[in-house]
């Protein structure tokens, strides 16, 4: 399973991005995604996550409200919607997956259970 992530980059504090995670190497509708973030001097934390339907989702406290994880099996392609973008938003965001073939449900918020990763995208929100 291979992960690409794109679409970051500098944005003025309210502003807005949409990244994308590009998946390839598996059959993408046997995996729950989700999207992590490190900020520098910081540990990785959980962001969103999406079951492997999209049917479900769930947000971190700091995000909701602001951001929109979605996923397109066709396109083998999971996107992180975000809006009003904060300073403290400013990090690397890491799109990872987990096998989910039996089930559609979530899975953890720990970075641990996530088998695959992609390299990053740099988020930096100006203030």
């Known amino acids: 399973v291979q992960l690409q992530a794109s679409g970051g980059g500098l944005v003025q504090a309210g502003g807005s991005l949409r990244l994308s995670c590009a998946a390839s190497?598996?059959?993408?509708?046997?995996?729950?995604m989700a999207w992590f973030r490190q900020a520098p001097g910081k540990e990785r934390e959980f962001v969103a996550r999406i079951t492997r339907s999209g049917m479900s989702t769930d947000y971190a406290d700091s995000m909701k409200g602001r951001i929109t994880i979605s996923r397109d099996n066709a396109k083998n392609t999971v996107y992180l919607q975000m809006n009003s973008l904060k300073p403290e938003d400013t990090a690397v965001y890491y799109c990872?997956?987990?096998?989910?073939?039996?089930?559609?449900?979530?899975?953890?918020?720990?970075?641990?259970?996530?088998?695959?990763w992609g390299q990053g995208t740099l988020v930096t929100v100006s203030s």
């Open positions: 990872a997956a987990v096998f989910n073939y039996y089930s559609d449900i979530l899975r953890s918020r720990d970075p641990s259970e996530y088998l695959y």
């Open positions: 190497g598996c059959t993408f509708s046997n995996y729950n």
